[in-house]
């Protein structure tokens, strides 16, 4: 299993993707049953794009980034 695609681009923490944990063919995911926020999407670095899934809070847009 490659550590970069079971954490989240955006915030690091485990993304609990069952697609990058397993062994098999996925029947469900939790990301099955949401819609993805766009802006989370576009607000990722191209080359981070496709390459890991968004944990649960970043893909809804709930994870706030920290401030400097």
Known sequence: MDNEAIRCPSCGQ???CAQATANAPVEHCW???I???ALALT???AEQRN???LCPRCAQGLHEP???
């Open 31 to 33: 990301c099955f049953d």
């Open 66 to 68: 920290a401030s400097d």
């Open 35 to 37: 819609t993805v926020d």
């Open 43 to 45: 607000q990722l670095p």
């Open 51 to 53: 390459r890991a899934c």
């Open 14 to 16: 485990l993304n609990q």
